[in-house]
């Protein structure tokens, strides 16, 4: 692949845990490319190193070996203050239990990253209500988290994962919390709302349901990528 | 990123409550408390700050405190009325002695007997009445609270309020009769007995006789002296001790500091209501960024720094802080105003106000301290643990 068309470029990554009385590798020399526009994949048992791989990929977990570039930068050689604010402009979030704050209504947790981006509250709060409309709850604006569904809540925090644009969307079972109507839902919106020719996206998962939504699948065992295979024929 | 911090730390109110009432405790604890002791000791030197002309007070050298009478004899009057830079000198009787009261019980009161001519040294405020009236025949005059109280009269009916003295009314003093010519009001004492004026030639009549009974020579001096040189002067002249009133009042609150109990009991109540504020708001502060640690985890994730973090802790430890340590001293303000016409001991300054602030300061400073601690160690990859 042409390196100017990779959002994600991984070598020989490796990342052991040291638990103290045991070393645990998680990742064990992974080699992944994800091309810009594209939705990946990652498929494979509990504890194959998913959820480390697309940490490293989002740059909140240093891998020990190997080489991770992100639209080309290498995350690993970045100081503190720029990795921070390389996350901040680049990567969105979407998690399994949402991690929205509690005490927060849905457009001020979708606010918050346009906040970290040092964007005013009034404006970021704009936005975001006008993100939530997009995502279909621009009814539901200052709703808290404990009045949404669960699947209303994964919209907002799909809001809240493409409000400042990011060009790498990181998402850690989105639809395992919900059923698959709305699991289905969620991924129509996740590819129609956050994919661009300039993005891509990430998705760890367990659910066969959505496989169809992605461009290739990786295939993960015991640290390392079994195989790749597209979707499209 | 405030008004997320201030929203995370009111989102849980059973905590966020439970932390602003710690401290709330622990300052109305650090200020009530003091608040009292200084109330308390103040009553140790009620007597010497009531007296308020003599700049001077001569007394034997060994005494220690203000109720720790030693008699001089009569004649260290006139030694010390003629030491150069004195204005005056006056004598003063102080003692105590029983008044037996018209049920036939005995209380006992402090006695002061006053200079006969120029009745030096008498009550701060009259209510009834005037000092003059000291001069009527076995005149006393009697304090407000002594009179409505200890010395008051039994009431008619059983277990009924005591009917207050007035003017006019008697009572034995050592089997001397004395007859209440006037009312005053007096700081309270440090053992709250009634105090009682009369003359010093009237008061030596009361009290049992004894050689020495002139308790205080009180003494003025002239005008642009300097009033330490002055008191030197008559410790070398006399060989009695001679203080400023600042000096004796000092004295007074010394002995009482050194040699009861009353600051180490204080001190114990201070200090375990800074240890029960601090467990308190301290824990539940910290278990609070406990329960939000994956909220700070995404933050961190989303690519907020630590230093933003610590602020926001910084800025939930000031919060609470300030509600809790106003909240305290405002309690300890009404409890101060609605006790104020009580015998409880009760001195609220601003340098408590200070004292309580740091006591808050420094548990707000232990708990965030805590919690930054842990939100810095935070990974951010947290976020994807299940």
Known sequence: MNPSSLAVRCQNVVKIYDTGDQKVTALNGVNLE?????????????????????????????????????????????????????????????????NLLPSLNAAENVSIPLIINGIKRADAERKAVAMLERVGLGARVTALPAELSGGQQQRVAIARALVHSPRLIVCDEPTSSLDHETGRTVMTLLKEVALHNDRALVIVTHDARIFEFADRIAEMDDGHIVEVKGTKG | MNHIAIKMLMGDRGKYLGIVMGLTFASLIMTQQPAIFLGLMARSYSFISDVGLPDIWVMDSKVQFVDDIKPLQDTELYRVRGISGVEWAMPMYKGLLKARL??????????????????????????????EDLRRSDGVIVDIDGAQDKLGKPSPTPGGKRIALRIGDSLELNDHRAIVVGIAKVTRTFQSQPVVYTTYS?????????????????????????????????????????????????????????????P???????????????????????????????????????????????????????????????????????????????????????????????????ICIFAALLSIIKVIRLEPAIVFKG
């Open chain 1, 34 to 98: 994800i091309a810009l526009g594209e939705l990946m994949m990652l498929v494979g048992p509990s504890g194959c190193g998913k959820t480390t791989l697309i940490s490293v990929i989002a740059g909140i977990l240093d891998q020990d070996a190997g080489y991770c570039e992100v639209f080309g930068e290498d995350l690993l050689n970045m100081s503190n203050q720029h990795k921070l604010n390389f996350r901040a402009l680049n990567i969105g979030f979407v998690f399994q239990a949402f």
């Open chain 2, 102 to 131: 018209a049920d036939g019980t005995f209380q006992t009161c402090n006695v002061v007997g006053l200079d006969d001519a120029t009745l030096i040294g008498g009550p701060p405020v009259m209510l009834e009445g005037a000092v």
């Open chain 2, 202 to 262: 009237r008061a030596k009549s009361y009290a049992p006789k004894e050689r020495k009974l002139l308790s205080f020579v009180l003494v003025k001096a002239k005008p642009g002296q300097d009033l330490s040189e002055l008191a030197r002067r008559i410790r070398a002249t006399t060989g009695l001790a001679a203080y400023t009133r600042e000096e004796f009042m000092s004295l007074t609150y010394e002995y009482f500091m050194h040699n009861t109990g009353i």
């Open chain 2, 264 to 362: 180490i009991n204080f001190g114990i109540s201070v200090l375990l209501g800074f240890i029960v504020g601090a467990a308190i708001a301290g824990q539940t502060f910290y278990n609070s960024t406990l329960e939000n640690l994956r909220q700070f985890g995404v933050l961190k994730a989303m690519g907020t720094s630590n230093w933003i973090l610590l602020r926001m802790i910084l800025l939930q430890a000031v919060l609470v802080g300030t509600i809790g340590y106003g909240l305290g001293v405002g309690l300890t303000a009404v409890f101060g105003y609605s006790m104020r016409h009580s015998i409880l001991a009760f001195k609220f300054t601003w340098q408590l106000l200070l004292f309580s602030g740091a006591g808050i300061s420094l």
